[in-house]
């Protein structure tokens, strides 16, 4: 059952009341002439009767004033089946992310890239951390999308302190996901380099992950030999640094390993995009959920019983109990 117009039902009590102050108040008795004995009127029986004639006037009222709150019944029930996964990406926004071996860089196709996954995936619960030197969160488990999108398109260089923590990075995802009772809990963690600040070694990080019961999928970003990254001189303007490409796949493999996750490497941007929907395809749990693609209006019937009400109080209105005051 669901409503159209549900306010109309705010009238409901408002006539109720209303009905039982006029009766305390006496605005409902009509007009009356004094006789000099009325002993064989039935007034016990009429009084009954007047009570019955103002039941069914109310009653037929509640019923109309229902049927405009458009109540409808669903008449065919489909089966649907979604995901049910807490999600948090954990993605690096270091310097070395400005590297352009990845069109326009780095960050920015992994920014698009994961915005096209997170929009694939509207029963899951989805969180955003960001690190360099250190790590926050972006954005907690959250089913607005549209809210974690635009906070993730906002992402940039400079939110954070440089460098690369990525076992502070995966701990502070792992956070979020503390009081998760998802079926499935899963940290996908974005990065181009190895682990060279934070307190928090990244396979002790892997040791809490696996203890909290979390899968983490590990992806090194970045092309083979070297690549440009863009320093933008107050004085020279733009110019390009050659830098080697260092990605820790060593610690990336064994915090995947450790947590039943895997370990991908992204040399540019379909390989990438390629990773995320293989990602999608593994994380999967099937929930079931009832929905109706047909309604029927219950207004009509509503209205028809409101008028033999009517029809019936007003064959009432004619006898002699009602007449008689």
Request: charged share 20%; glycine share 8%.
């Amino acid at each position: 059952m669901r409503w159209l117009a549900p306010w109309f039902l705010l009238f409901v009590p408002a006539l109720v009341a209303l009905y039982f102050v006029r009766r305390r108040s006496g605005a409902h008795r009509p007009a009356s002439l004094g006789f000099s004995t009325a002993g064989w009127l039935p007034v016990r029986g009429r009084d009954r009767t007047r009570l019955l004639l103002n039941a069914i006037y109310l009653l037929a009222i509640l019923l109309v004033t229902v049927a405009l709150a458009r109540p409808q019944r669903g008449l065919r029930e489909n089966e649907l089946s979604g995901r049910g996964v807490d999600i948090v990406l954990a993605l690096d926004v270091s310097t070395s992310m400005r590297a352009e071996d990845f069109q326009p860089n780095r960050l920015a196709v992994a920014k698009t890239v994961a915005g096209t996954f997170l929009e694939g995936r509207p029963h899951d619960r989805l969180g955003l951390v960001i690190f360099a030197g250190t790590a926050v969160t972006q954005c907690p488990l959250t089913l607005n999308h549209s809210v974690l999108v635009d906070l993730l398109q906002r992402v940039d260089f400079g939110m954070v302190e440089d460098g690369t923590a990525i076992g502070q990075g995966l701990a502070t995802a792992l956070n979020r996901l503390r009081q998760s009772r998802a079926k499935s809990k899963v940290v996908i963690l974005l990065t181009d380099g190895d682990n060279n600040r934070g307190a928090i070694d990244p396979l002790t990080a892997a040791d809490l992950a696996r203890a909290l019961g979390v899968r983490v999928y590990t992806i090194g970003v970045g092309t083979s030999g070297i690549a440009p990254i863009p320093i933008d001189d107050p004085a020279l303007g733009r110019r390009y640094v050659m830098q080697p490409v260092v990605i820790d796949e060593a610690t990336l493999k064994g915090i995947a390993e450790k947590t039943g996750g895997h370990y991908f490497r992204a040399r540019d941007n379909q390989a990438l995009a390629a990773i995320y929907r293989q990602i999608d395809q593994m994380e999967k749990s099937n929930l079931t959920s009832a929905a109706y693609s047909e309604w029927r209006d219950r207004g009509p019937e509503l209205i028809f019983g409101a008028l033999l009400l009517l029809a019936i109080g007003f064959v009432l209105s004619l006898t002699v109990w009602a007449r008689i005051p």
